[in-house]
Structures are given as C-alpha cells and as structure tokens.
C-alpha cells in the first residue's frame, strides 16, 4: 500500500484501487459511490437548490435521479466530480465539467450544498480546494463559473475563492419563467 499526502489531498493506492479525497475542515471531498444515493437524494431535493442550476438538475430530485447521477460519475480518472461529505452523509457535489473542442482545457465549475448547511463557509471552502487541485492536477488553462442574476451569494462564493466577475451576458438565461441575466466568473492558472 502507498500513501502520499500533497497539502489537503490525500491519495492511498491499494493494488489497482485509487482512493483520493481533499480534506477540508470540516467535510471532505471525495468519489460518489452508489450507497450515496439516499442522502444525495434527501439534500438534492430542495426547490430554493434547483432554482439556480441548469434545468437537468431535476425537481422532483427522486432515488432513481440519484442513482443514475452517481452512475454517471463512477471511476471517473481523473476525478472532476466530488460529493461533499460529512460523516457518511453526501450533503452537496461540486464538479468541474468538461467541455468539447475549444473549450477542452476551461472546465466549467459547478456546485451545491445542502439547505441545512448555508453560511457555514463548506462551498467557499470547497471552490478553493477543488481549484487547488484542478490547477496542480488537470491539464487546464482556466476555469468559468456561470451564475444567475437572482444568486448573489454564489457570486460572494466565487470572489471569496479569487474568481474574477469577467463580464454579463444580458438576458441569456430562462428559469422558472423569468427572464435572468447571467454572470460569468473565471480564474486563469498562473503560468
Ligand atoms: C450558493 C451556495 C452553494 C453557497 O454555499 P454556502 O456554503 O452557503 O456558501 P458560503 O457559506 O461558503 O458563503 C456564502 C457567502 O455569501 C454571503 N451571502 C449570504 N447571503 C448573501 C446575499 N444575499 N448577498 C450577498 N452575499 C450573501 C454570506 O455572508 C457568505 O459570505 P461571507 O463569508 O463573506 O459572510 C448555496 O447557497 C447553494 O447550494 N445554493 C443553491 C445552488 C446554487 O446556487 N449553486 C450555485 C450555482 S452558480
């Protein structure tokens, strides 16, 4: 068995099985796996969370969305998508996504926590870890977060992080039948 530790990430490889976690304070980052799918449901299903994310995060937020999310997420190498944990419990995700042709090296950032744990500092905290990672282990130049007019606490999350408000798109998103400006936050690798 290995063991390497890089600042708040830990790595234990164990014959073919890579288990890799960033530790904050008090929560980690780590793998979904399918036993996560209750708790992942119970916090995913929350109205005041899918209104500031795209409309493929599902409301009604059922067991089977859970599952089929997880899923999607298993044995990804490398890791881009993390439950945040506390305890066993799965209380929010955040996840770097890829994208296609020009955009392959700037991820887009994306994130959510459990009602029951706003204001607590867990996604600012988490924004700068999974940034820290992304930088000193992904092959990217930058990374975009896109945020609705009506969030300005993901905007505080972001700047908090040492993201940069980059410029407005004017009208560009339709949720819930309003009509929302959308903000696009970047931070660039220092090269
Ligand atoms: C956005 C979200 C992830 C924030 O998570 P969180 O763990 O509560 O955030 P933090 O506690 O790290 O930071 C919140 C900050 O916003 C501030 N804030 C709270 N209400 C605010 C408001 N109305 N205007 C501006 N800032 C506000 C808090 O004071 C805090 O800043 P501070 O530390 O300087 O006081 C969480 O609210 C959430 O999951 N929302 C639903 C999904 C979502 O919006 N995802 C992001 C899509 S872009």
């Not at 994130?111 to 924004?127: F, L, P």
């Not at 700047?159 to 980059?166: D, H, M, P, Q, S």
Request: hydrophobic share 45%.
């Amino acid at each position: 068995m290995q063991y390497s530790s890089l600042t708040n990430i830990v790595i234990f490889n164990n014959c073919n099985i890579t288990v890799m976690e960033l530790n904050g304070r008090d929560f980690i980052l780590r793998e979904l796996n399918l036993a996560d799918a209750p708790t992942l449901q119970l916090h995913a299903n929350n109205p005041n969370i899918s209104r500031f994310l795209f409309n493929r995060f599902p409301l009604p937020y059922t067991l089977e969305d859970a599952e089929y999310f997880i899923n999607s997420k298993v044995g990804q190498d490398p890791i881009t998508c993390f439950a945040i944990a506390i305890n066993e419990d799965v209380i929010g995700i955040i996840s770097l996504e890829f994208r296609i042709d020009v955009y392959t090296k700037a991820p887009l950032l994306g994130y959510w926590v459990s009602e029951r744990y706003w204001g607590k500092g867990i996604i600012t905290e988490a924004v700068k870890l999974i940034t820290d990672y992304a930088f000193k282990h992904l092959d990217i130049i930058s990374i975009r977060a896109v945020v609705f007019d009506n969030n300005p606490v993901s905007m505080r999350v972001l700047e908090k992080a040492g993201y940069l408000k980059e410029g407005i798109l004017k009208n560009n998103i339709f949720k819930n039948g309003e009509i929302l400006d959308e903000h696009i936050y970047g931070i660039v690798k220092k090269i």
